[in-house]
């Protein structure tokens, strides 16, 4: 299952720091913002839709648990902080748990507010921000995407777990404040 990280309030802090390359903060600075949800209601309903595409391959008796376990984490936050400071990469969600990662990629231990451990891992490759979450159940990537004129922000999340049948897969949007 899918960590407790609400993509809806993601912040993205950059940090430098000696290992993080130069060119690597220079490429998240664009990213660097607060973000406030703007998905509405359609982007929850596909949300919605992608869980009972999971869940309907599941067992009858496990779906109602699994649904869940896998939209109260997924829910959108309000807002989504992104920041970067020595070389750190920081994501931070009202509510929810700051996570901080070296922006080169170097993995990081981080427990979620269940107490679960992940491996935590962020990047830039191209023009998209990833972050990675790898725990002993479960993988879950969020591609973060900035549009051409740096106004929006779109956070494209897969989550992989043994529990699941198929990986659960969804998009939510976000504009700058």
Same mark, same amino acid.
């Given at each position: 299952? /899918?960590?407790?990280?609400?993509?809806?309030?993601? #912040?993205?802090?950059?940090?430098?720091?000696?290992?993080?390359?130069?060119?690597?903060?220079?490429?998240?600075?664009? =990213?660097?913002? #607060?973000?406030?949800?703007?998905?509405?209601?359609?982007?929850?309903?596909?949300?919605?839709?992608?869980?009972?595409?999971?869940?309907?391959?599941?067992?009858?008796?496990?779906?109602?648990?699994?649904? /869940?376990?896998? /939209?109260?984490?997924?829910?959108?936050?309000?807002?989504?902080?992104?920041?970067?400071?020595?070389?750190?990469?920081? #994501?931070?969600?009202?509510?929810?748990?700051?996570?901080?990662?070296?922006?080169?990629?170097?993995?990081?231990?981080?427990?979620?507010?269940?107490?679960?451990? =992940?491996?935590?891992?962020?990047?830039?490759?191209?023009?998209? #921000?990833?972050?990675?979450?790898?725990?002993?159940?479960?993988?879950?990537?969020?591609?973060?995407?900035?549009?051409?004129?740096?106004?929006?922000?779109?956070?494209?999340?897969?989550?992989?777990?043994?529990?699941?049948?198929?990986?659960?897969?969804?998009?939510?949007?976000?504009?700058?404040?």
């Amino acid at each position: 299952m /899918r960590p407790a990280v609400n993509t809806a309030a993601l #912040v993205l802090l950059v940090l430098p720091s000696a290992p993080a390359a130069a060119d690597e903060v220079a490429a998240m600075a664009p =990213f660097v913002g #607060v973000y406030r949800y703007a998905g509405g209601p359609a982007e929850l309903a596909e949300l919605d839709k992608a869980i009972d595409s999971v869940v309907g391959k599941m067992n009858v008796m496990v779906r109602w648990i699994a649904r /869940r376990k896998m /939209r109260t984490p997924n829910v959108p936050t309000k807002e989504l902080i992104l920041s970067v400071h020595e070389g750190a990469l920081t #994501v931070a969600r009202p509510g929810q748990p700051t996570v901080s990662a070296p922006a080169d990629g170097s993995p990081v231990a981080w427990k979620s507010n269940d107490g679960d451990a =992940f491996t935590v891992r962020h990047g830039i490759e191209g023009r998209v #921000v990833y972050q990675r979450f790898e725990g002993s159940q479960s993988v879950s990537v969020n591609h973060l995407r900035l549009s051409p004129d740096a106004d929006s922000l779109v956070v494209e999340t897969r989550v992989e777990s043994r529990r699941l049948p198929a990986p659960l897969v969804f998009h939510f949007t976000y504009r700058r404040r």
